[in-house]
């Protein structure tokens, strides 16, 4: 099959992903929107009050979030087709543009979803990951998309594939963890002032929360460690020194500080609850700003946009 074959080959993967994200944020938002039921309240004698209860019912709606866990399935396969078909009609590993970049990174961002579903049992975080997959699609097919080109001479090297695919693992895995963290603050507000409301009582605690956040980036906290090092590493090969403070080597230094201060805090000073998921997302808020504004409006060596 010919480059530009294996190229709508890429598109097509792309574009059902899309399709069975889509789907599959449907199917979770009406999982919980339609769980909600109001039943009447029995006091006293028996006497119906006219005020009702809210409670929430999965009993009508557990095969809603069933086809949309299927979907999610379906859709991260398909992603991973039109990402591989990628390479293939490029000739080379797909990291050679913001493109390209939001397709990894969104297939990581998606496995690390899938990961969680089938460990942790995620499937509340179902509707914000399968929206944000559609905003990361959407965002690259519109105003992202650049044809399949041969990479610039920098980039050209054994260290590409291993810099920047532990990089995009990492940032997957701190999405998901910023989703568990704005959930959390989500919670953590209601609960503080009205109690949790009842239709989110088969939602996990917020102690369940913090743990699972902390876990996440504990565990691929060392992944992004190992980015930054390769990434000096492949700049002393490339350029003759392992640092300039480009501004995406100081972005990428900034979210390294950040992720480490969220794991110390936790592990010594004790921090846990609203100040950490606070501070998460802050950290998670540094990577994106790397990921896209240097990216794409900022100048240096690494900016590779192909914008």
Not at 79 to 92: P, W
């Amino acid at each position: 099959m010919s480059a530009t074959n294996w190229g709508y080959l890429s598109n097509y993967g792309v574009y059902t992903a899309m399709i069975f994200y889509t789907v599959a944020f449907v199917s979770h938002a009406i999982e919980f929107s339609f769980a909600i039921k109001s039943e009447p309240v029995l006091v006293g004698n028996g006497n119906l009050l006219e005020k009702n209860k809210t409670v929430f019912d999965f009993t009508s709606t557990r095969q809603s979030g069933r086809l949309g866990s299927v979907m999610m399935v379906l859709a991260t396969a398909s992603l991973f087709v039109g990402d591989v078909a990628r390479g293939i009609s490029a000739g080379r590993a797909p990291l050679g543009n913001m493109y390209e970049f939001s397709l990894s990174g969104g297939l990581a961002f998606s496995l690390a979803y899938l990961l969680g579903l089938y460990k942790f049992k995620m499937r509340w975080l179902g509707t914000p990951v399968s929206f944000s997959l559609l905003l990361i699609l959407g965002t690259a097919i519109t105003l992202l998309y650049r044809p399949s080109a041969p990479l610039v001479p920098a980039l050209k090297s054994t260290w590409l594939v291993i810099h920047v695919t532990t990089a995009i693992l990492s940032g997957g895995v701190f999405l998901l963890a910023n989703c568990v963290a704005g959930l959390y603050l989500f919670l953590e507000k209601a609960e503080r002032t009205v109690g949790r409301p009842k239709y989110l009582a088969q939602l996990p605690s917020i102690e369940t929360l913090d743990q699972l956040c902390y876990r996440l980036v504990a565990l691929v906290f060392p992944l992004w460690t190992f980015a930054i090092i390769a990434g000096a590493i492949w700049a002393e090969s490339a350029w003759g020194h392992y640092w300039s403070w480009d501004p995406k080597e100081t972005w990428a230094l900034i979210t390294w500080i950040a992720y480490a201060a969220y794991l110390h805090a936790r592990a010594t000073v004790g921090w846990k609850g609203r100040k950490a998921a606070w501070l998460c997302i802050f950290a998670g808020s540094t990577f994106l700003f790397n990921y896209v504004y240097i990216n794409v409006w900022g100048t240096g060596r690494h900016t590779y946009s192909g914008l």
